[in-house]
């Protein structure tokens, strides 16, 4: 089992700046991939951006590219997301979650963790 514990979150101006973090217990993340999703009131859950277990792939969605970085430090257990030039449709809460056999997936189904979640909310 692996826990995950998102942080980080909370209110921004547009065009402000924020960093994710997404702690893992109960077992080394260093051979999952990681991925981050954002859940708006209303909406589906959507994919934002993925790693896989080195760091040397990451995957993002066409929404987010060039404003969000995804990375991960394997000896803290942790992985992030710093957001730039924030906007209000960015405002959801970000899930991080894990997918023990994949190589970064922007699939929902391929993760087996997910965290509870932390609130973005970008205001205008």
């Known amino acids: 089992q692996v826990q995950l514990v998102e942080s980080g979150g909370g209110f921004v101006q547009v065009g402000g700046s924020l960093r994710l973090s997404c702690a893992a217990s109960g077992r080394p993340l260093i051979r999952y991939a990681m991925g981050w999703f954002r859940q708006a009131p209303g909406k589906a859950r959507e994919f934002v951006a993925a790693?896989?277990?080195?760091?040397?792939?990451?995957y993002y969605a066409d929404s987010v590219k060039g404003r969000f970085t995804i990375s991960r430090d394997n000896a803290k257990n942790t992985v992030y997301l710093q957001m730039n030039s924030l906007k209000p449709e960015d405002t959801a809460v970000y899930l991080c979650a894990a997918d023990v056999w994949g190589a970064g997936s922007s699939t929902i189904g391929s993760y087996d963790y997910w965290g509870q979640g932390t609130q973005v909310t970008v205001s205008s």
């Open positions: 790693i896989s277990w080195s760091g040397g792939n990451t």
